[in-house]
């Protein structure tokens, strides 16, 4: 499990490593290097269950030539990472996912367990070109209307099961390009090629609303749109 961080290094909006140390599953924080002391100094007070990555920064030099590319170079970055590590799968997380939700027969609760990432992976085993799929949004799901436990064909964002084998998406190579919204573009990549997505509905990530805390991609959506918080 990866959790992508910049500027989030307080339990207000880093959720996600927080539910993580609660919940006692390990992951890995990739940040900046100019953070790394105070990603260290926020992580030593809790569990330990969270290691610290660096993104090299001739990497990001290198995705940044020509221009900010926000948490792109990162997020390339980690699946160099897994695939030169002989991962199979691997888990991207946000860094502001407070927790995640189980939704059947009209009831809505907390899921505080590891349940929330093996039943997706177990699943996901059973097919053989699905290379994306993920929770969808616990504000998207509604108790008393949901028809499917499952959705095909549409856009993953922020908790996402990625497949290392994905298949060729641009001319480089890279998974991840553009500025932002790159997950949305990702999703459209693959399905525009043939291969499905699959968002589940049942189990739901309770992520923070964009613009609710300071950090991530707020520079560049400044930059863009003014007003616009990430």
Partial sequence: IYVLSLGRANDKCGKTCCWLEKMGIPYTVVVEPQEEEQYKKWLKGKKGMGKIMLLPVEFKRRQNEKGNFGGIPVRNFIHQHNINSGNKKYWLLDDNINGYMWTDKYTQMKCNSKLAFVMLEDWSDNFKNLYLCGHQY??????IDMKKKVEYGQRIFSSMLIHCELPPLNEDN???RGKYNEDV????RLLTQGFPTA???NISSNKLQTGSCKGGNE???KEDAGDVKG
Wanted: proline share 0%; aromatic share 22%; no cysteine.
């Fill in 138 to 143: 616990s504000n998207f799901v509604i108790a």
């Fill in 199 to 201: 968002n589940f509905q």
């Fill in 174 to 176: 890279d998974i991840w």
């Fill in 219 to 221: 520079k560049i959506y």
């Fill in 185 to 188: 573009d990702l999703s459209l």
